[in-house]
């Protein structure tokens, strides 16, 4: 009886454990299908993909071969 309840614990602890992200990253449980990068223009169609447990640029960051860089800053 005891072991489920602990084997739910479990698995809903390691579920809820942080992601870990680069630099300027964050974790989404829903991310773009079209994260902004550097060398695309920002006005791209896009569509409402769901791109599922994903690390992403933070707003206001762009992916470059370096990993999110603010556009400008080497991001061209």
Do not use: H, W
Request: charge should be positive; glycine fraction near 10%; include cysteine.
């Amino acid at each position: 009886m005891l072991r489920p309840v602990v084997l739910a614990a479990v698995i809903i602890v390691v579920s809820c454990v942080d992601k870990k992200c680069g630099t300027n990253e964050q974790f989404y449980e829903c991310g773009s299908a079209c994260e902004p990068k550097c060398n695309e223009p920002a006005d791209q169609m896009c569509t409402m993909q769901c791109i599922v447990d994903v690390c992403q640029c933070k707003p206001g960051y762009k992916r470059g071969p370096n990993g999110c860089q603010k556009p400008g800053a080497g991001c061209t």
